[in-house]
């Protein structure tokens, strides 16, 4: 199977870098491809989510305006609810269970933070496995939730998911078995401050899913820089670890989203992540019935192009092969249904991680 070579090391500079701030957000109605093509000329604009009658619009001050002048229809994005908010517990519940689930089970669970949010909060990874504290050669996965704040579905199902993992581990043959074979990360939450205030961005109003090195941009050089600390507590992360296979989680769409996203160019080993993708679609049952996507997945330059993203950014410098799953069209859903998604998802979660077996690489 085709390798990429990949670049493994951070390297500190003073490189000028961009970040791609959030002001004001929109959705454009029905544009016209002269339209698409204008705002895509852009790079101060983020499009996101295409779909048949339009896209969702974010950017900086300035943006409503320029919408005016050129006469592009649009509207104002849905604020989430006081109500529904208020049923979803904040990030200081999540950390307080969190805590309280690895002080339960100190074999399998073992609780680590990379860094800290604008705000200082903790970006808390959960380790699962035989021996949690012990980092040896067994394969490492990782799943990613919340890196937009206001997507939330992510965070719930893998909280629910880290819940099964620990109470069944010994007595469920299929749990014990993963987590004696392999070490799998959870983060649950990228962008906590975004989580508090219900918005996409971070506490700067940076969007971390635009802010990674690209190798199809100017800012191709896998460093540091002046990115936002959970963007670079995720990269140093990523260095200290030798992830082999890996998923994040989005809200907006329902689709299980493959590389690149970037560029047009066809993925080296898209047949290999291609098959990921479809299992995984298959295996979450409304995922593979959707009528936007067949099949339920996506190629992602195919969708809307990404410049900054993590996905392709994990794969290109790190070697991790990385889907995007995108759970919800409703990205802040009544808490009631969540666990219909935890549900929906379940064997697919559990089926990735099982891909390490296989994975030729």
């Not at 993925?267 to 992540?273: G, H, L, T, V």
């Amino acid at each position: 199977m085709k390798k990429i070579l990949f670049l493994s090391l951070i390297i500190l500079s003073q490189k000028v870098y961009s970040s791609v701030v959030i002001d004001e957000s929109f959705w454009i109605k029905n544009p016209s491809i002269e339209e698409i093509n204008l705002l895509k000329a852009r790079p101060e604009f983020t499009i996101d989510h295409m779909k048949a009658d339009g896209f969702e619009l974010y950017g900086p001050k300035g943006l409503e305006d320029f919408l005016k002048q050129n006469q592009i229809q649009y509207r104002l994005l849905t604020n989430i609810s006081t109500e529904t908010k208020a049923d979803y517990p904040t990030p200081e519940e999540i950390e307080k269970e969190l805590k309280t689930m690895a002080l339960t089970y100190p074999g399998i669970a073992k609780l680590y933070s990379i860094g800290k949010s604008v705000k200082k909060r903790d970006l808390w990874v959960l380790k699962l496995s035989k021996n949690a504290n012990v980092d040896d050669n067994r394969p490492e996965f990782k799943y990613i939730a919340n890196m937009h704040g206001d997507e939330i579905v992510g965070r719930e199902v893998m909280l629910r998911f880290i819940r099964e993992c620990v109470t069944n581990y010994g007595t469920d043959p299929h749990i014990t078995n993963l987590l004696d074979k392999f070490q799998i990360h959870i983060l649950v939450s990228m962008n906590p401050d975004g989580a508090a205030a219900s918005t996409r961005a971070n506490a700067n109003r940076v969007d971390l899913n635009r802010d990674f090195p690209d190798f199809s941009t100017s800012d191709n050089q896998d460093v540091l820089g002046k990115r936002a600390p959970e963007t670079q507590a995720v990269m140093k992360w990523q260095a200290e670890h030798k992830f082999k296979l890996s998923a994040n989680f989005h809200g907006g769409a329902e689709v299980v989203n493959y590389p690149w996203d970037t560029v047009p160019d066809r993925f080296p080993e898209e047949d290999a992540i291609k098959n990921l993708s479809l299992e995984y679609s298959r295996n979450a049952p409304y995922i593979a019935a959707s009528t936007a996507f067949e099949n339920g997945i996506t190629n992602g330059y195919s969708w809307y192009e990404v410049n900054g993203g993590m996905q392709d950014w994990s794969i290109y410098y790190r070697g991790d092969f990385q889907v995007t799953i995108e759970l919800s069209n409703n990205k802040w859903p009544e808490y009631s249904i969540i666990n219909y998604y935890y549900e929906q998802n379940r064997s697919a979660l559990f089926g990735l991680i099982e891909k390490l077996d296989t994975l030729k690489r």
